[in-house]
């Protein structure tokens, strides 16, 4: 059984620029999550998506957007970067909504 | 506004003793509580959950306490073995599901041999 596998594993932009991190889901997981984790804090929710809509959303402007794919993989896009864009994402994916999240292992963005 | 905070960012612990980390969570709407290891350059990965309607959770080595009137919990590991050390991160929701997991900013145990 593969685990949460994300891409790429690291990635430097340009402030304004826009970017698309990707999410392959486990195997069997239909929800997944998508989480920020700056330096030195804890991830923070940005949103989740279960069965292709939208389960919930966190406290990130509209730039922040998703999707879900019917295979269940997963992106991220974020539009017009700033410097406060740099940390840690991490895609988390789940079999059901009361099961606990599988992580994989981050992208890391870089905004300069 | 930090509803979930770790007051130890670190902490280091004698091989085969006991580690207890602890977490504090400020609103009251919290029902499912979870316990994530983090490695370096990996991602979290789950430990241990308990819901609000028990007050202990044993798995292996690993023991959770929750005290609702102090919105307090606590991970034990019993005994502390090398392989644990790592940053701990307790999560908490609403609902009884995973949705909107709300993270503190971690414990680093060091276990010293």
């Known amino acids: 059984e593969t685990g949460v596998t994300q891409s790429p594993t690291h990635l430097i932009k340009t402030r304004g620029q826009q970017v698309t991190l990707r999410c392959s889901s486990q195997s069997g997981h239909n929800t997944v999550s998508w989480y920020q984790q700056a330096l030195g804090q804890g991830p923070q929710f940005i949103f989740q998506y279960y069965r292709e809509e939208e389960n919930g959303r966190g406290n990130f402007p509209p730039r922040f957007s998703g999707l879900q794919f019917p295979n269940y993989s997963s992106e991220l896009n974020v539009n017009a970067l700033e410097l406060d864009d740099s940390a840690l994402y991490l895609c988390a994916s789940s079999r059901f909504l009361n099961s606990p999240l599988h992580f994989g292992n981050g992208t890391r963005l870089t905004v300069t | 506004d930090q509803q979930v905070k770790q007051n130890s960012p670190s902490l280091s612990v004698q091989e085969g003793r006991i580690s207890i980390l602890n977490c504090d969570y400020t609103?009251?709407?919290?029902?499912?509580f979870l316990w994530y290891k983090k490695y370096p350059a990996e991602g979290p990965t789950f430990l241990i959950s308990?819901?609000?309607?028990?007050d202990k959770n044993e798995d292996g080595r690993f023991t959770v306490f929750l005290n609702k009137s102090a919105k307090h919990l606590s991970l034990h590991i019993v005994p502390s073995q090398p392989g644990d050390s790592a940053v701990y991160f307790c999560?908490?929701?609403?609902?009884?599901?995973?949705?909107?997991?709300?993270f503190g900013t971690g414990t680093r145990l060091t276990i010293i041999p």
């Open positions: 999560a908490a929701s609403m609902n009884f599901g995973n949705e909107k997991l709300t």
């Open positions: 308990i819901s609000s309607i028990k």
């Open positions: 609103n009251s709407m919290f029902d499912y």
